[in-house]
């Protein structure tokens, strides 16, 4: 006897939108899809200070100086 897998219910799609002035009219033209049952736009989480510095060192946004006084010649100007 085979064993056979049943569909999901409910699937679905990830689009990813390069343009986010477009995000409206994207959702508006998704939902009048037949069988679309609801759309999701999942919110962007805020990277916390901490985060952020770690991004910072990873990319190389590190600056380095050899005094208190270098530090504030530099921010000076």
């Known amino acids: ?3 056979v897998a049943m ?4 699937g ?3 689009v990813d939108i390069e343009d ?5 009219d994207i959702k508006k033209a998704i939902s009048m899809v037949k069988g679309v049952g609801k759309i ?6 805020r990277m ?3 985060e952020r510095s770690l991004r910072d060192l990873d990319e190389g946004r590190v ?3 050899d005094s ?3 530090l504030i010649k530099d921010i000076e100007g």
């Open 40 to 45: 999701t736009i999942p919110r962007r989480k």
């Open 20 to 24: 986010m002035s477009m995000l409206k």
């Open 68 to 70: 208190l006084d270098d």
């Open 1 to 3: 006897m085979a064993n």
């Open 12 to 14: 679905q799609i990830l």
């Open 63 to 65: 600056y380095e100086y």
């Open 7 to 10: 569909a999901p219910a409910e």
């Open 48 to 50: 916390s200070a901490y």
